[in-house]
């Protein structure tokens, strides 16, 4: 038995877009994927499961790396089209009371007084159930969208972050908690003494402040990283409150990568205990082993009979068109402005054998009965220490949403490793509770 309980989020991946359209249980609404109902859905089944949070995840391009041309992602909805997820979160709000609700919002195309607010009004309608993914937009095509370029190079980019990141906190944080008083005899609304105006003049942003809304439930909202690269650990250690990742896709690469996110902690003044580490994990469950191993096979057999897909999600990533690569020799060394992780991991491997094993994502094949996946899991959070997993599966319908939030879990809790009930009411509390 584990020694905690870990936790346990959904990663949204390819975001508020088309999810099961070719799958056999796509559903009667599948041309309606654009409305909030599967999220809802996925929402209900995650609380019914008493997850932490859901991450949202969004890119705001349409892309056009592979092959120079937007036709393959087009042709299988395949990282496009995607809605913009801070239109989501109040649909997603409304349908539950506990679910930590977490939109990715990029520092390279949000000011940073426009997002410190768009965030303040959402953990304030929330009441304490928002977090922010804070990303740094990798592709050239998104920096053509807003009027430059290209993106900064990548090492930069954090350095923007890192300013951003201090700046949102200077404005959520310019109204004291007591700020408000509400005295209509005197009257008194808000008390001017303790909102402070922020006057921030960095390197590349320049904001007066402050925010014109009172501090929100949670103040400065948890803020969610997933940099993989050295740049990006460093950041996250610093800024984030709960990391995801896949860790390397092996049970020591896994506690290994935790254990040097929480020396990095410690070394800039952090309490470890404070950064919750996710390892991404894709499971299938079914009522039997057979069953479960069928249906990891038809994926991997899908991945390969739509191997242009694989690799066009591959391009995007990295910004390297891997349709001119021989799909049976090992790639040469490159250099990417963009996922410089995971590239790293690609080097000297054949694209055949990357999209053998990319549509798993991760190097641990979660497949089987809710038992033995379940037992899975808590051999590897006994092995790596905690915190816990990251669900995901970009193309899910509702048959997997019940498999995992009504099959697996229900499993997970029976062994003591994850919460029956939330215990507290924002997502900071609830992320801190073990």
Request: net charge negative; charged share 25%.
């Amino acid at each position: 038995m584990a020694k905690h309980p870990f936790h346990l989020a959904w990663f949204l991946s390819q975001g508020f877009g088309p999810k099961s359209w070719r799958s056999a249980w796509s559903g009667a609404d599948a041309g309606r994927w654009m409305m909030p109902d599967l999220f809802i859905d996925l929402a209900k089944g995650m609380e019914r499961a008493c997850m932490d949070y859901m991450i949202i995840e969004d890119s705001s391009m349409l892309p056009y790396t592979y092959q120079g041309s937007h036709d393959t992602y087009l042709k299988y909805a395949a990282s496009t089209p995607k809605l913009d997820p801070a239109v989501l979160v109040p649909y997603l709000a409304q349908a539950t009371k506990h679910l930590g609700l977490v939109p990715t919002l990029s520092t390279s195309e949000y000011p940073p007084f426009l997002l410190a607010r768009l965030v303040n009004t959402l953990d304030h309608v929330t009441e304490g159930r928002i977090g922010w993914n804070c990303v740094t937009s990798s592709n050239d095509g998104a920096a053509q969208n807003y009027g430059n370029d290209a993106q900064r190079p990548h090492d930069e980019r954090y350095d923007v972050a890192d300013e951003f990141a201090d700046l949102v906190t200077k404005l959520w944080e310019a109204w004291e908690h007591d700020a408000v008083v509400l005295d209509r005899d005197r009257p008194m609304f808000a008390d001017g003494s303790k909102v402070h105006p922020v006057f921030h003049e960095g390197k590349y942003f320049k904001c007066r402040g402050p925010l014109n809304a009172p501090r929100s439930p949670q103040g400065r909202v948890p803020i969610c990283q997933a940099g993989g690269s050295p740049r990006g650990q460093a950041f996250a250690s610093r800024w984030a409150d709960t990391i995801i990742t896949d860790g390397g896709g092996s049970v020591a690469s896994m506690k290994a990568y935790r254990e040097e996110v929480r020396q990095r902690a410690v070394a800039l003044g952090r309490d470890p205990d404070s950064i919750k580490v996710l390892f991404l994990a894709y499971p299938i469950v079914d009522t039997t082993m057979a069953a479960a191993r069928e249906r990891r096979l038809l994926e991997r057999q899908a991945a390969e009979a739509h191997m242009d897909m694989q690799l066009s999600g591959m391009s995007r990533l990295t910004g390297i068109d891997f349709s001119k690569f021989d799909l049976d020799m090992p790639l040469p060394e490159l250099t990417t402005n963009g996922h410089q992780s995971s590239l790293a991991k690609w080097i000297g491997k054949t694209p055949r054998s990357i999209v053998q094993s990319y549509a798993s994502k991760a190097g641990i094949d979660f497949t089987g009965t809710s038992d033995h996946v379940a037992g899975m899991m808590q051999d590897i959070m006994e092995e790596v220490g905690g915190d816990g997993f990251l669900l995901f599966n970009g193309y899910f319908d509702r048959r997997y949403i019940m498999e995992v939030c009504d099959g697996l879990v229900p499993e997970l809790q029976r062994r003591g490793l994850t919460r029956k009930a939330y215990a507290h009411k924002t997502l900071r509390e609830n992320l801190l509770e073990f």
